[in-house]
């Protein structure tokens, strides 16, 4: 089992650019998440998924949107990148009450 | 997100020192959990609380739920190098998706 993998690893990004994060679990979890972690700072949910098609708003999730048209693939994408969103994402997925996180994308806007 | 206040911020001790960390917050969860984060990594689970009350251990460390379920706390005994890292709990909501919702973080350094 490779667990959960993100890709990119590292993306640089101009202000008003978009990208799309890829997250891919093979645990066959029904439940998956987006996170940022800032400096100083423990990780705040942007968006979650509690099953294939579903999608559900965390804590801060503006200026981003999500898709999960497979069971396996949860996608964080950036419609107009702003310096506000570096930071390092990190994505996870849960089984039984406990999350399993990827390795983390490290973002930044210029 | 619900607010969680992990203690200490930062700590600084010897190798084969004891450490204590805790996390309070205002909110009940119905889970706690305590993570570890080395560099450039995701965090990684060390130990997950599912009842108040309980005390669980895994190797060196042992972490408590606590009776108010509103606070938790992780000790280390006999610290080694590799203990370096960033701790943070976590508490978790059934209702919102076993969503975690994180402290700030404990940054541990042990010297030799």
């Known amino acids: 089992n490779a667990g959960v993998t993100q890709t990119p690893k590292f993306r640089v990004l101009k202000t008003g650019q978009s990208m799309t994060l890829l997250c891919a679990q093979d645990?066959?979890?029904?439940?998956m998440y987006w996170y940022r972690q800032d400096p100083g700072m423990g990780l705040r949910l942007i968006h979650y998924s509690v099953g294939e098609g579903t999608t559900a708003k965390g804590e801060v999730p503006d200026g981003y949107n999500v898709s999960r048209l497979k069971k396996q693939n949860f996608l964080l994408g950036l419609e107009s990148a702003a310096p506000s969103q570096t930071s390092v994402y990190f994505c996870?997925?849960?089984?039984?009450?406990?999350?399993?996180f990827g390795p983390g994308t490290r973002l930044t806007v210029t | 997100g619900q607010q969680l206040n992990q203690s200490p911020q930062s700590m600084f001790i010897q190798e084969g020192e004891d450490v204590s960390m805790n996390c309070t917050s205002s909110?009940?969860?119905?889970?706690w959990l305590w993570y570890k984060q080395d560099p450039g990594e995701g965090p990684v689970l060390l130990i997950a609380l599912y009842k108040a009350g309980e005390l669980t251990s895994n190797g060196r460390l042992t972490a408590q739920f606590g009776i108010t379920r509103k606070d938790s706390f992780l000790n280390i005994s006999a610290s080694i190098p590799s203990d370096v890292g960033i701790y943070f709990c976590a508490g978790q909501l059934i209702n919102s998706g076993y969503a975690l919702n994180f402290g700030k973080g404990t940054s541990l350094l042990v010297t030799p």
């Open positions: 645990m066959n979890h029904e439940y």
């Open positions: 996870a997925s849960n089984s039984d009450a406990v999350q399993y």
């Open positions: 909110s009940i969860f119905n889970t």
